[in-house]
Structures are given as C-alpha cells and as structure tokens.
Antibody, heavy 121, light 110 residues
C-alpha cells in the first residue's frame, strides 16, 4: 500500500522556521511528482508547492513564494518543505501528496494524514 | 490568483443525483483538461474522485462522474447515499504551472 507519513509540525513563533518531512513507502518514489497542500482551520484546501521528478522543476503558490522551499531525497524516499519567515496565516494542516505522474499536473492521487503547523506568539 | 468558484452547499435526497459546478477562467479550467475533484471527510485525508475532467481512479464508484464545458467543470453524484455527505473540492492546473482549488462545497444528504 502507498503510504505517506508527514512529520515536523509544531508550534512556532511568527518569523520562525520549520522543516516538514514526508516519508513515502509502497511505491517507486523517484517515479512520481510530489506536492504539499495545506488547509487552514475552517478553510478550504490550498495547494502550496510541487516538485516534478521528470524535469526537476518546482513551483509554489504566490502566498509562500520566496519563503517556502520544496525538496526531495530519492535515496531516502523523503519529501521536504522548508518553511521560513512563517506568518500567522501559515497556520494549517499540511498534507504531503503523491501525484499520478512524473510531471506535476495537479492529479493529487494519494494524500497523507497531515501534520499541524501553528504559528503564534 | 483567486480560487475557483464552487457553491458553498448543495443538498439532495437519497437516490437522487446532484451536480456541483466549479467555475474558473481561461487560465485554468479553460486552458487544460487537468481538472480534478476530491472528497474530504474532515479530519481524514482527502480522496481523489476524478482526474483529467472525466477519469475515475481505480476503486472509485461509477456514481461519481465529471465533465467540463468552457471555463466550468462539474461533478455529478448519482444515487446519493448517506455516506456521500461531506465536503467536495475541485482543482485545476493553471497556465502558471500552479494548482488552484475551489473553495469547497458541503453536500448534505437529506
């Protein structure tokens, strides 16, 4: 079975940093694009960032561009999200999501259970 | 970039069919066939129902179907069941190589 296990969520002060990890298993990690999607309390889903394996391209939402960086380590089947200059508005559950193909096109096939990030003083 | 537009809520009786519309622009829904739909029970992982406008992943009931016309995509759920009551989201790939979601629709089975 495909499994995605997020970790790294915590309570952090505004302006702080955090790195989320996502351990993948049950599929050939290096063959698929990966994404981060978040859901703020009481709000809808918001796509955060994607990493296409086929060409190494990464893209991010305007709301996090310049502050968040997506990366991956295919040797350890792990996806990361480095989050800097955190804001109260970044408070959310962050989901790690496997794409259906090597090129990210928004086909968000398998979702993890999520990890909670709370930004508050 | 603004979210795709979905109705906040829809309702239907068991056995009936309902349709949720998702309106975007020529830069997202109108540009590609990369439209997806998700079912999300709060507190659980969202589930992919439809991808590439009309395709169902293996294991998804054929009661769920998708379509698109111009800048608007639609999800139809036929033979409504009590277990269908939850939140539904549309999404689309965009010309900026990003992904945009709709605001979500809460389905109530009467």
């Amino acid at each position: 079975d495909v499994q995605l296990l997020e970790s790294g969520g915590a309570l952090v002060q505004p302006g702080g940093s955090l790195r989320l990890s996502c351990a993948a298993s049950g599929f050939t990690f290096s063959n698929y694009a990966m994404n981060w999607v978040r859901q703020a309390p009481g709000k809808g889903l918001e796509w955060v960032s994607s990493f296409s394996e086929s060409d190494g391209s990464t893209y991010s939402a305007d709301s996090v561009k310049g502050r968040f960086t997506i990366s991956r380590d295919n040797s350890s089947n792990t996806l990361y999200l480095q989050m800097n200059s955190l804001r109260v508005g970044d408070t959310a559950v962050y989901f790690c999501v496997k794409d259906q193909a090597t090129l990210a096109r928004g086909r968000l096939e398998v979702w993890g259970q999520g990890t909670t990030v709370t930004v508050s003083s | 970039q603004s979210a795709l537009t979905q109705p906040a809520s829809v309702s239907g009786s068991p056995g009936q069919s309902i349709t949720i519309a998702c309106t975007g622009t020529s830069s997202d829904i109108g540009a590609y066939r990369y439209v997806s739909w998700y079912q999300h029970h709060p507190g659980k992982a969202p589930k992919l129902l439809i991808y590439d406008v009309t395709n169902r992943p293996s294991g998804v009931s054929n009661r769920f179907s998708g379509s698109k016309s111009g800048n608007t995509a639609s999800l139809t759920i036929s033979g409504l069941q009590a277990e269908d009551e939850t939140d539904y989201y549309c999404s689309s790939y965009t010309t900026r190589s990003t992904v945009i979601f709709g605001g979500g629709t809460k389905l109530t089975v009467l």
